[in-house]
Antibody
Framework: EVQLVESGGGLVQPGRSLKLSCAASGFTFSNYYMAWVRQAPKKGLEWVATISTSGSRTYYPDSVKGRFTISRDNAKSSLYLQMNSLKSEDTATYYC??????????????????WGQGASVTVSS | DIQMTQSPASLSASLGETVNIECLASEDIYSNLAWYQQKSGKSPQLLIYAANRLQDGVPSRFSGSGSGTQYSLKISGMQPEDEGDYFCLQGSKFPYTFGAGTKLELK
Protein backbone atom coordinates (compact mmCIF):
# COMPACT_ATOMS: atom_id res chain seq x y z
CA GLU A 1 0.00 0.00 0.00
CA VAL A 2 1.32 3.44 -0.96
CA GLN A 3 1.90 5.60 2.08
CA LEU A 4 3.11 9.19 2.31
CA VAL A 5 3.52 10.64 5.80
CA GLU A 6 4.37 14.30 6.26
CA SER A 7 6.01 15.73 9.36
CA GLY A 8 7.66 18.90 10.56
CA GLY A 9 4.71 21.28 10.51
CA GLY A 10 3.98 23.77 13.26
CA LEU A 11 3.77 27.41 14.29
CA VAL A 12 6.55 29.68 13.05
CA GLN A 13 7.11 33.42 13.11
CA PRO A 14 7.17 35.47 9.89
CA GLY A 15 10.61 35.59 8.34
CA ARG A 16 11.72 32.34 9.96
CA SER A 17 12.34 28.94 8.40
CA LEU A 18 10.77 25.50 8.59
CA LYS A 19 11.54 22.16 6.96
CA LEU A 20 8.88 19.60 6.10
CA SER A 21 9.60 15.94 5.55
CA CYS A 22 7.62 13.24 3.78
CA ALA A 23 8.35 9.56 4.39
CA ALA A 24 7.32 7.33 1.51
CA SER A 25 6.63 3.59 1.56
CA GLY A 26 4.84 0.95 -0.46
CA PHE A 27 6.48 1.86 -3.79
CA THR A 28 9.92 2.37 -5.31
CA PHE A 29 10.43 5.99 -4.33
CA SER A 30 13.39 6.61 -6.64
CA ASN A 31 11.27 5.85 -9.72
CA TYR A 32 8.82 8.69 -9.18
CA TYR A 33 8.75 12.43 -9.52
CA MET A 34 7.37 13.97 -6.33
CA ALA A 35 5.58 17.19 -5.46
CA TRP A 36 4.35 19.44 -2.68
CA VAL A 37 0.89 21.02 -2.82
CA ARG A 38 -0.61 23.34 -0.23
CA GLN A 39 -4.09 24.37 0.81
CA ALA A 40 -4.72 27.53 2.81
CA PRO A 41 -7.53 27.28 5.41
CA LYS A 42 -10.92 26.97 3.68
CA LYS A 43 -9.24 27.65 0.33
CA GLY A 44 -8.32 25.78 -2.81
CA LEU A 45 -5.20 23.88 -3.73
CA GLU A 46 -1.91 25.42 -4.88
CA TRP A 47 1.01 23.54 -6.42
CA VAL A 48 4.23 24.41 -4.58
CA ALA A 49 7.10 22.36 -6.03
CA THR A 50 8.04 19.34 -8.13
CA ILE A 51 11.29 17.35 -8.19
CA SER A 52 12.58 14.82 -10.71
CA THR A 53 13.54 11.26 -9.82
CA SER A 54 17.23 12.04 -9.31
CA GLY A 55 16.62 15.46 -7.80
CA SER A 56 18.50 17.20 -10.59
CA ARG A 57 15.44 19.10 -11.82
CA THR A 58 13.15 21.18 -9.65
CA TYR A 59 10.19 23.40 -10.48
CA TYR A 60 8.40 26.12 -8.50
CA PRO A 61 5.67 28.72 -8.98
CA ASP A 62 6.67 32.36 -8.64
CA SER A 63 4.92 32.59 -5.25
CA VAL A 64 7.62 30.47 -3.57
CA LYS A 65 10.57 30.58 -5.99
CA GLY A 66 13.73 31.67 -4.19
CA ARG A 67 12.24 30.98 -0.75
CA PHE A 68 11.33 27.27 -0.90
CA THR A 69 13.58 24.36 -1.85
CA ILE A 70 12.38 20.86 -2.63
CA SER A 71 14.83 17.99 -2.23
CA ARG A 72 14.87 14.24 -1.81
CA ASP A 73 16.93 11.40 -0.39
CA ASN A 74 16.23 8.28 -2.43
CA ALA A 75 18.22 6.10 -0.03
CA LYS A 76 15.82 7.10 2.73
CA SER A 77 12.69 7.26 0.54
CA SER A 78 12.14 10.77 1.81
CA LEU A 79 11.04 14.07 0.33
CA TYR A 80 11.72 17.47 1.88
CA LEU A 81 10.55 21.06 1.62
CA GLN A 82 12.81 23.74 3.08
CA MET A 83 10.79 26.91 3.56
CA ASN A 84 12.65 30.16 4.25
CA SER A 85 11.51 33.75 4.74
CA LEU A 86 8.05 32.53 5.62
CA LYS A 87 5.07 34.87 5.24
CA SER A 88 1.59 34.80 6.72
CA GLU A 89 0.24 33.83 3.30
CA ASP A 90 2.26 30.60 3.48
CA THR A 91 -0.08 29.40 6.23
CA ALA A 92 -1.59 26.19 4.89
CA THR A 93 -1.75 22.44 5.06
CA TYR A 94 1.12 21.07 2.99
CA TYR A 95 0.61 17.80 1.14
CA CYS A 96 3.29 15.52 -0.25
CA UNK A 97 2.18 13.90 -3.52
CA UNK A 98 3.54 11.15 -5.74
CA UNK A 99 3.57 11.88 -9.45
CA UNK A 100 2.65 8.76 -11.36
CA UNK A 101 3.29 8.22 -15.07
CA UNK A 102 -0.06 6.89 -16.17
CA UNK A 103 -1.23 5.63 -19.58
CA UNK A 104 -3.72 7.64 -21.58
CA UNK A 105 -5.28 6.83 -24.94
CA UNK A 106 -2.13 7.43 -26.97
CA UNK A 107 0.28 8.97 -24.51
CA UNK A 108 1.44 8.88 -20.93
CA UNK A 109 0.62 11.56 -18.39
CA UNK A 110 2.31 12.78 -15.23
CA UNK A 111 -0.41 12.80 -12.57
CA UNK A 112 -0.41 13.34 -8.82
CA UNK A 113 -1.86 9.95 -7.99
CA UNK A 114 -1.21 9.55 -4.26
CA TRP A 115 -1.23 12.11 -1.46
CA GLY A 116 -0.19 12.22 2.16
CA GLN A 117 -2.46 13.30 5.01
CA GLY A 118 -0.88 16.75 5.17
CA ALA A 119 1.18 18.81 7.60
CA SER A 120 -0.16 22.06 9.03
CA VAL A 121 2.04 25.16 8.86
CA THR A 122 0.98 28.37 10.59
CA VAL A 123 3.00 31.52 10.08
CA SER A 124 2.15 34.05 12.75
CA SER A 125 3.80 36.25 15.33
CA ASP B 1 0.13 30.96 -16.33
CA ILE B 2 -2.81 28.81 -17.38
CA GLN B 3 -6.00 29.83 -15.57
CA MET B 4 -8.53 27.12 -14.72
CA THR B 5 -12.09 28.39 -14.35
CA GLN B 6 -14.21 25.83 -12.54
CA SER B 7 -18.00 25.90 -12.26
CA PRO B 8 -20.26 25.80 -10.41
CA ALA B 9 -18.70 26.85 -7.10
CA SER B 10 -21.29 24.78 -5.27
CA LEU B 11 -24.24 22.57 -5.99
CA SER B 12 -26.71 20.39 -4.24
CA ALA B 13 -27.89 17.13 -5.82
CA SER B 14 -30.51 14.55 -4.90
CA LEU B 15 -29.79 10.87 -4.50
CA GLY B 16 -29.42 9.32 -7.94
CA GLU B 17 -29.21 12.65 -9.75
CA THR B 18 -26.59 13.23 -12.43
CA VAL B 19 -24.03 15.90 -11.59
CA ASN B 20 -21.83 17.85 -13.98
CA ILE B 21 -18.83 19.98 -13.06
CA GLU B 22 -16.82 21.92 -15.61
CA CYS B 23 -13.35 23.36 -15.98
CA LEU B 24 -12.34 25.83 -18.63
CA ALA B 25 -8.65 26.36 -19.33
CA SER B 26 -7.28 29.68 -20.58
CA GLU B 27 -5.37 27.82 -23.29
CA ASP B 28 -5.20 24.36 -24.80
CA ILE B 29 -4.01 21.84 -22.21
CA TYR B 30 -4.04 18.82 -24.53
CA SER B 31 -6.09 16.61 -22.18
CA ASN B 32 -3.58 17.06 -19.34
CA LEU B 33 -6.47 17.38 -16.94
CA ALA B 34 -7.15 15.50 -13.72
CA TRP B 35 -10.11 15.54 -11.32
CA TYR B 36 -9.81 15.09 -7.57
CA GLN B 37 -12.31 14.54 -4.78
CA GLN B 38 -11.56 15.86 -1.32
CA LYS B 39 -13.73 14.91 1.62
CA SER B 40 -13.84 17.04 4.74
CA GLY B 41 -10.56 16.90 6.65
CA LYS B 42 -8.98 14.48 4.18
CA SER B 43 -6.41 14.71 1.41
CA PRO B 44 -7.44 14.83 -2.27
CA GLN B 45 -8.08 11.54 -4.07
CA LEU B 46 -7.52 11.11 -7.80
CA LEU B 47 -10.68 10.28 -9.75
CA ILE B 48 -9.90 10.96 -13.40
CA TYR B 49 -6.70 11.69 -15.31
CA ALA B 50 -5.90 12.43 -18.98
CA ALA B 51 -9.34 14.04 -19.13
CA ASN B 52 -11.26 10.78 -19.35
CA ARG B 53 -9.26 7.91 -17.78
CA LEU B 54 -10.80 6.44 -14.65
CA GLN B 55 -8.26 5.87 -11.87
CA ASP B 56 -8.13 2.31 -10.53
CA GLY B 57 -10.65 1.69 -7.77
CA VAL B 58 -12.85 4.69 -8.60
CA PRO B 59 -16.55 3.84 -9.10
CA SER B 60 -17.70 3.78 -12.71
CA ARG B 61 -20.38 6.40 -12.05
CA PHE B 62 -17.55 8.92 -12.33
CA SER B 63 -16.53 9.90 -15.84
CA GLY B 64 -14.58 12.66 -17.50
CA SER B 65 -14.69 14.21 -20.94
CA GLY B 66 -13.36 17.11 -22.90
CA SER B 67 -10.46 18.31 -24.98
CA GLY B 68 -8.66 21.52 -25.82
CA THR B 69 -9.79 24.05 -23.24
CA GLN B 70 -13.10 22.55 -22.05
CA TYR B 71 -13.42 19.64 -19.64
CA SER B 72 -16.12 18.15 -17.48
CA LEU B 73 -16.62 15.63 -14.70
CA LYS B 74 -19.88 13.70 -14.55
CA ILE B 75 -21.29 11.73 -11.66
CA SER B 76 -24.02 9.45 -12.98
CA GLY B 77 -26.21 8.89 -9.96
CA MET B 78 -25.30 10.91 -6.88
CA GLN B 79 -24.51 8.82 -3.79
CA PRO B 80 -24.17 10.02 -0.18
CA GLU B 81 -20.46 9.23 -0.20
CA ASP B 82 -19.95 11.59 -3.15
CA GLU B 83 -20.36 14.64 -0.95
CA GLY B 84 -17.20 16.71 -0.84
CA ASP B 85 -15.08 19.17 -2.78
CA TYR B 86 -13.99 18.54 -6.35
CA PHE B 87 -10.98 20.12 -8.05
CA CYS B 88 -9.57 20.04 -11.53
CA LEU B 89 -5.81 20.27 -12.15
CA GLN B 90 -3.97 21.06 -15.36
CA GLY B 91 -0.61 19.38 -15.79
CA SER B 92 0.16 20.61 -19.27
CA LYS B 93 2.53 23.39 -18.33
CA PHE B 94 4.31 24.74 -15.25
CA PRO B 95 3.07 26.23 -13.04
CA TYR B 96 0.47 23.53 -12.56
CA THR B 97 -2.84 25.19 -11.68
CA PHE B 98 -5.99 24.01 -9.98
CA GLY B 99 -9.57 25.05 -10.43
CA ALA B 100 -11.09 26.90 -7.46
CA GLY B 101 -13.19 23.89 -6.53
CA THR B 102 -16.82 22.79 -6.44
CA LYS B 103 -18.58 21.96 -3.20
CA LEU B 104 -21.04 19.12 -3.76
CA GLU B 105 -23.74 18.38 -1.20
CA LEU B 106 -26.54 15.86 -1.02
CA LYS B 107 -29.94 17.51 -1.14
Amino acid sequence: EVQLVESGGGLVQPGRSLKLSCAASGFTFSNYYMAWVRQAPKKGLEWVATISTSGSRTYYPDSVKGRFTISRDNAKSSLYLQMNSLKSEDTATYYCARIGYLPGYNSYYYVMDAWGQGASVTVSS
Amino acid sequence: DIQMTQSPASLSASLGETVNIECLASEDIYSNLAWYQQKSGKSPQLLIYAANRLQDGVPSRFSGSGSGTQYSLKISGMQPEDEGDYFCLQGSKFPYTFGAGTKLELK
